[in-house]
């Protein structure tokens, strides 16, 4: 029995650690990603459970915005946290996903404000909006993240001489 143990458990192991690995992204920003998808989700269901409206192009906006944003969401988790990744330029991967979330950030919260002075003030139409406001914030805070990285790598990239009036030195060819 104890020699069976042993051929299965590494099988069993590597089945879903081998499809699936998070540890990609540092612990913030998979926290990020995950409540990016949980928020647009959950927006996307409360608005789909609106049944009328009086001023109908909030929320069919809102609607597109909030799926758009949760397919979105999923399919960058999916390229990070598979084989996916392996396979794929990640210089691509990362500026792909500062881009799509910038605007995905942006075009959320501008769905959110048009949805929050045209919705008809039920339950489901306020949740969805709070659900919008709440996912745009994590977008941007996000893309927030990834912007501070990306300047604290581009300035360790380009060291400046300088010297004491402020100007750049050039070497002397001479």
């Known amino acids: 029995a104890m020699e069976n143990g042993a051929v299965y458990r590494p099988t069993t192991e590597s089945g879903l650690s081998a499809y699936f690995s998070p540890g990609r992204l540092p612990w913030q920003q998979r ?53 996916v990744y392996d396979h794929v330029d990640a210089e691509k991967v990362k500026s792909s996903d500062f881009y799509i979330t910038l605007g995905t950030g942006i075009v959320f919260l501008l769905a959110s404000i048009i949805f929050a002075t045209t919705h008809d003030r039920t339950s489901a139409e306020l949740a969805a909006v709070v659900f919008g406001f709440l ?7 996000d893309f927030s993240i990834m912007a501070y990285a990306k300047g604290q790598k ?7 001489v300088t010297t004491r009036a402020g100007t750049l030195t050039e070497p002397l060819n001479g």
């Not at 996912?135 to 805070?141: G, T, W």
């Open 135 to 141: 996912a745009s914030i994590m977008f941007l805070v």
């Open 154 to 160: 581009d300035q360790l990239r380009k060291p400046e």
């Open 31 to 83: 926290a990020l990603k995950g409540l990016q998808l949980l928020l647009s989700l959950l927006a996307f269901v409360c608005e789909e459970v609106v049944s009328q409206c009086t001023m109908c192009g909030g929320l069919y906006f809102f609607e597109f915005v909030s799926c758009s944003a949760f397919l979105l969401s999923l399919l960058i988790l999916i390229v990070y946290c598979t084989p």
